[in-house]
């Protein structure tokens, strides 16, 4: 089995659930309040028949939340890493973590190319580049060397997480082979694991520090 978690990597995560996993939570309360509030408005107007458009504060809301879940859901399982007692819970802790970095980077700007090694044309559905793009092109042009930014970051580490599809693959539908569950389970490099965790989470926390000044933006103009 391959070495867990160095001390150093360890210490940067403490550091990081420990700055996060409360505000997260908090924030999500938070957009979850506004969402409601967003929609009394939308029924009001509707009721007086007032031709007001939510859709793109709704949208970027509703992004929002989804961002802090992820958030949320990446610090509980890093959690339950550092918390556990046997080597088989850290193992099964990473694995939940790939998991959860692979489907959620699907949702936010999804994989180049698709497993056959085709254009991927859910890249084009997904929410930075289907919501977010034409609404920085439109609306917020200032705002488009920041978004071009967090691109890069996004570009950077899409490698990274396109090669974790056979461990995802494993980890969520196992094999009629189930040597190659074992196999995958033993040779699992945790380091580099947890590494592309730390730089996921880097990324996530830019883009909502992004979406938020939009949000403002959308309310107070």
């Known amino acids: 089995m391959k070495q867990l978690i160095t001390d150093a990597t ?3 995560l403490i550091f990081e659930i420990d700055k996060l996993y409360n505000y997260s939570s908090k924030d999500l309360d938070i957009i979850n309040s506004k969402l ?3 929609n009394i408005t939308e ?3 509707s009721r007086y028949d007032l031709k007001l458009d ?3 504060i709704k949208n970027i809301l509703e992004y929002r939340m989804f961002l802090g879940i992820v958030n949320l859901d990446l610090h509980t399982v890093t959690l339950l890493y550092l918390k556990s007692n046997y080597n088989y819970e850290k193992i099964y ?3 939940q973590i790939v998991v959860i970095i692979y489907e959620s980077f699907k949702k936010i700007y999804d994989f180049e190319v698709n497993l056959k090694g085709a254009p991927n044309r859910n890249r084009k559905k997904s929410f930075w580049v289907k919501i977010i793009k034409p609404l920085i092109i439109k609306e917020f042009p200032n705002f488009l060397d920041e978004y071009l930014q967090i691109n890069k970051e996004l570009d ?3 490698l990274k997480l396109n090669n974790e599809h056979l461990i995802r693959s494993l980890s969520v539908h196992y094999d009629h082979k189930i040597i190659k569950v074992y196999n995958m389970i033993i040779n699992m490099d945790i380091e580099g694991k ?3 965790l730390i730089e996921f989470q880097k990324i996530l926390s830019n883009m909502s ?3 938020s000044k939009i949000e403002d933006k959308m309310i107070n103009n």
């Open 10 to 12: 360890k210490s940067e």
């Open 194 to 196: 947890f590494k592309n």
């Open 54 to 56: 939510f859709i793109a």
């Open 93 to 95: 802790a990473t694995r």
């Open 209 to 211: 520090k992004f979406i």
């Open 43 to 45: 029924e009001t107007c």
């Open 156 to 158: 950077a580490i899409h």
């Open 36 to 38: 409601q509030k967003l």
